[in-house]
C-alpha cells in the first residue's frame, strides 16, 4: 500500500469552537478519493488544512513524504486545488490565462509552453485555448480550471465538487476527463462532490460529520454497511397484498400506488414474490445507492 496523504491526529479548532476533532485517515497513490460531509460537518477546513492553506492545531499529516508544516513549499508543487469557485480572468483567453498562472511556477518559456500544451491536451481543450474563459460554457469552464490546476504537474489534484451546477451530459463529459487523470496519468484525485453517483465511482470513501470521522470503506462496504435494497411491488388489490404482508409479518411501507419491502439482499426477493404470486401486476428490486447509505451515516441528505 503507496500512501500519498497521511492525516493522524488531525485537529483544528476556531477559538472554543472544535472544528475537527482528530481524524484519521489515509489516500492511497494513484486512486479516487472521495471525502464526503454535510455543510459545516468539517471537510473544507480539512482540505484547506492539507493544501497548506490552513494552520493546524494538533496532529500530524504527511503528503507525498513531506510533513505539513515543515515542507509546506515542497508540498504545494506537488499538489494541484480546482476551487469551488474559479480563479481565472474571465477577460483573457484560456491560454493567457495559463501563461499568467504558470509563470508562478519558474518554468522556463520553452517548459511553460509544453506545461500548457500538455494541460490543454489531457483536459481536450486545445481547440479553445484562444477563446476568453467568460466565453465559456459551464464545463468548458471546468475543464480549463482543471488545465490551470495541471500546469505545474501536480502528483495530487483536489477537485472541490467540480461538476456542481453542470447538466447531466456535460457531468458526464467533465468525468471522463477526470477517470482520464487518474487511470491513464496516475494522478492521485482528493474529490468532495455532492453528488452520490460520483462518489460511488471512488476507490475509497471517507464520511466527516460534526469534525470527526463517522464511515470509512469503498463504496461497495458503505452500501452494503449502511443502506438495504428494496423490494418494489404494484399490486393488483393493495389491502388484500398488505394483508397477507401483515399476517407474514413482513415490514412494508406506501409510495404511492407501490409497496415496498426491505431485504436485505435480492434473493430474499423470491419466498416474498411467491407468496404474492398472482395478486401483483409489476415488482422491481432496487440495490442500496450511495445515497441511501450516506443518508443512513448522518441522518439527512448530501445538499
Not at 85 to 90: K, P
Not at 217 to 222: F, V
Not at 264 to 274: H, M, N, Q, V, Y
Amino acid at each position: 500500500m503507496d500512501k500519498i496523504i497521511d492525516v493522524k491526529n488531525l485537529q483544528k479548532s476556531y477559538g472554543e469552537i472544535n472544528a475537527v476533532k482528530g481524524i484519521d485517515f489515509y489516500v492511497e497513490k494513484g486512486k479516487l478519493f472521495a471525502f464526503l460531509g454535510p455543510n459545516g460537518a468539517g471537510k473544507s477546513t480539512t482540505i484547506n488544512v492539507i493544501c497548506t492553506l490552513l494552520k493546524y492545531s494538533q496532529g500530524e499529516v504527511m503528503v507525498d513524504g513531506l510533513t505539513l508544516g515543515v515542507d509546506d513549499a515542497l508540498i504545494r508543487q506537488r499538489i494541484g486545488i480546482v476551487f469551488q469557485d474559479s480563479v481565472l480572468d474571465s477577460l483573457l483567453t484560456i491560454e493567457e490565462n495559463s501563461l499568467i498562472r504558470g509563470s508562478f511556477y519558474g518554468l522556463s518559456t520553452k517548459e511553460l509552453e509544453s506545461a500548457i500544451a500538455n494541460a490543454l491536451m489531457v483536459t481536450d481543450i486545445v481547440e479553445l485555448r484562444n477563446r476568453r474563459y467568460g466565453q465559456l460554457s459551464g464545463g468548458q469552464r471546468r475543464r480549463a480550471d482543471i488545465a490551470r490546476a495541471l500546469l505545474h504537474c501536480p502528483k495530487i489534484l483536489f477537485l472541490d465538487e467540480p461538476t456542481t451546477g453542470l447538466d447531466p451530459q456535460t457531468r458526464k463529459s467533465v468525468w471522463e476527463m477526470i477517470e482520464n487523470l487518474y487511470v491513464n496519468q496516475g494522478v492521485t484525485v482528493f474529490l468532495t462532490t455532492h453528488y452520490m453517483e460520483e462518489a460511488a465511482k471512488a476507490d475509497y470513501v471517507v464520511v466527516i460529520d460534526d469534525g470527526e470521522i463517522v464511515a470509512k470503506g469503498t463504496p461497495i462496504e458503505l452500501k452494503e454497511k449502511y443502506s438495504t435494497d428494496s423490494l418494489q411491488i404494484k399490486p393488483i388489490n393493495k389491502l388484500f397484498v398488505k394483508k397477507i404482508l401483515q399476517d407474514n409479518q413482513i415490514k412494508h411501507s406506501e409510495v404511492s400506488d407501490l409497496i415496498i419491502i426491505p431485504i436485505d439482499s435480492t434473493i430474499e426477493a423470491l419466498p416474498i414474490l411467491k407468496l404474492l404470486d398472482n395478486h401483483i401486476s409489476a415488482f422491481q428490486v432496487l440495490n442500496g445507492t450511495m445515497d441511501d447509505a450516506f443518508i443512513g451515516i448522518t441522518g439527512r441528505e448530501m445538499r
